[in-house]
């Protein structure tokens, strides 16, 4: 068990913020436009020490449905992404992984994010190249706010499955996972907050704005009974599964708020981060119909 003391970054609670929403747009360069020269966000953070527990020395493993993650067992037969076949098998590998762990019936991987922890020198990129590789984000979050998720189900959902799914008895969910690239991660691991211990008021909307749409995610203020869970040593066989949207009613976990973190405990001979996330709208049949 390895318990650390560590920062988590977190969004100011300005006044700013009680009169202009908080935004963040990522934008094509274009004529009497420069983004490296023009702000694109009005986001201000904060670096506040937390303690982050270890998921491996709780007596019982979160759950997603009470925590807002878990930890899977799964090794992927994927073990480089050079090329889009390999992003659109790693996306099948994760429906079916959802389809079994959460027994959904109906999953679609919509969205893959490939990360490493390094400086990127580079003055143009394409959003929608599914090899694309970014840095960590910033700050503690929230991909899908509540406003958003509809939106997200009926842009992501088929119109023949949305006359199939779209009626009472059947629960949609957003679902994120989150797996190391290296065989064990060391540098900036994942941390994530118990959604039990985030208060509404914590969760502050926000608009993020890219070339082919409009989007709301949650940015996290900081709490101190906020309670973070991280899991050492994590191997890319051990890939998180946490909520971010989820239609079903009730006082179960809807949300999950987490953001990357300097780990103390990593050795100096730790490899850059290297990592792949998806989002996936899942759904599961809540009753007999």
Not at 97 to 118: E, Q
Not at 243 to 257: E, N, Q, V
Not at 261 to 286: C, G, H, M, Y
Request: charged fraction near 25%; charge should be negative.
């Amino acid at each position: 068990m390895t318990d650390v003391d560590a920062t988590i970054e977190y969004l100011q609670d300005l006044e700013l913020y009680d009169s202009v929403k908080p935004y963040w747009v990522s934008l094509p360069p274009r004529e009497g436009f420069d983004p490296d020269k023009q702000r694109l966000d009005n986001l201000e953070f904060e670096y506040r020490m937390v303690h982050i527990q270890d998921i491996r020395g709780l007596s019982k493993y979160p759950q997603i449905d009470v925590n807002g993650f878990e930890v899977l067992n799964h090794t992927t037969k994927i073990a480089h992404f050079t090329t889009v076949e390999d992003v659109n098998r790693y996306k099948s590998e994760t429906e079916e992984l959802l389809r079994i762990s959460l027994g959904a019936v109906y999953v679609k991987c919509y969205n893959t994010a490939l990360r490493k922890n390094i400086t990127f020198n580079r003055t143009e990129y394409e959003l929608s190249d599914p090899l694309h590789t970014e840095g960590p984000v910033r700050g503690a979050h929230n991909d899908i706010s509540r406003s958003f998720g509809p939106q997200m189900i009926n842009k992501h959902l088929p119109e023949a499955s949305k006359e199939l799914y779209l009626r009472p008895g059947y629960r949609f969910r957003i679902v994120n996972t989150w797996r190391s690239l290296l065989p064990v991660i060391e540098d900036r691991p994942l941390a994530l907050c118990d959604s039990r211990s985030v208060a509404a008021t914590d969760l502050l909307s926000c608009d993020r704005i890219v070339p082919d749409h409009n989007g709301e995610v949650y940015f996290l203020k900081c709490n101190p009974n906020h309670r973070w869970y991280w899991l050492s040593q994590q191997k890319d066989s051990e890939p998180f599964a946490f909520i971010m949207y989820d239609t079903k009613a009730g006082p179960h976990a809807r949300f999950c708020p987490h953001v990357s973190f300097d780990n103390p405990a990593a050795s100096r001979q730790a490899p850059p981060r290297e990592s792949i996330e998806t989002r996936s709208l899942v759904i599961t049949k809540e009753q007999d119909i």
